[in-house]
């Protein structure tokens, strides 16, 4: 199946610090990426879908302006989290699409955030 | 998307079949049954899908209801390494890129 690259695995950073997660497409063109935010014994929440060109379109309860997305090209797109508090620390994970009909999505390793 | 119900958890033993239940009540005429599995702090990886007919392939088998009410993953060999959570989800397919909802799924623990 085609592959969803995610990096990093895993981060440590400082509270007030920004980290940006990378998410490669590496065989495909991904029109369409999401991304999505998991805690501890719990499911995947949708975060945000990202059009590559576009500006992303945001879940309610998620905050634009701390979860920076930019999809530039078909092949990568970006999550920074900025000013990060310890409640950031999560699992992050993205997925891509190539917006053809009855095909699966793909699913990047995830990045463990840790803020300390 | 309609709703999908999961038990909680389940036992497997090693080497047996495992059967995992999905209930899509509402499905509508055009939604696929997508299962997922993540295992544990990594990300969901595809299993299988389909519409009416039942399916197969290298993974599982999907069995679907003639109602489409219901569905079955069936893991007909399981092993240690898919012990996971397994996710039933139903979405429609179409060329704008819909996200997958994830519920809470099965955790499936497969035993020596």
């Known amino acids: 199946g085609a592959v969803v690259s995610q990096h990093p695995s895993r981060v440590i950073c400082k509270s007030g610090t920004s980290v940006k997660i990378e998410c490669r497409s590496l065989d495909f063109q991904a029109t369409t990426m999401f991304w999505y935010r998991q805690f501890p014994k719990k499911s995947l929440m949708l975060m945000a879908t990202s059009n590559e060109g576009s500006k992303a379109t945001y879940e309610q309860g998620v905050e634009k302006d701390k979860f920076l997305i930019n999809h530039a090209s078909l092949t990568l797109s970006t999550l920074t989290v900025t000013s990060a508090h310890p409640e950031d620390s999560s699992f992050y994970i993205c997925s891509a699409s190539t917006n053809t009909p009855n095909t699966e999505a793909f699913f990047g390793q995830g990045t463990r955030l840790t803020v300390v | 998307d309609a709703k999908t119900t999961q038990p909680t958890s389940m036992d497997c033993a090693e080497g047996r079949a495992a059967n995992l239940p999905c209930n899509h009540s509402t499905i509508s005429g055009n939604e696929y049954v997508y299962w997922y599995r993540q295992i544990h702090s990594q990300g969901p990886q595809y299993i299988i899908h389909?519409?009416?007919n039942n399916e197969t392939n290298e993974m599982a088998s999907l069995i679907i209801t003639e109602d489409r009410k219901s569905s079955t993953l069936i893991l007909p060999h399981a092993t240690l390494r898919d012990t996971a959570v397994y996710y039933c989800?139903?979405?429609?397919?179409?060329?704008?890129?819909?996200?997958?909802?994830f519920g809470k799924g099965t955790s499936l623990l497969v035993t020596p």
């Open positions: 989800i139903v979405r429609v397919n179409s060329n704008s890129g819909y996200a997958l909802n």
């Open positions: 389909g519409l009416k």
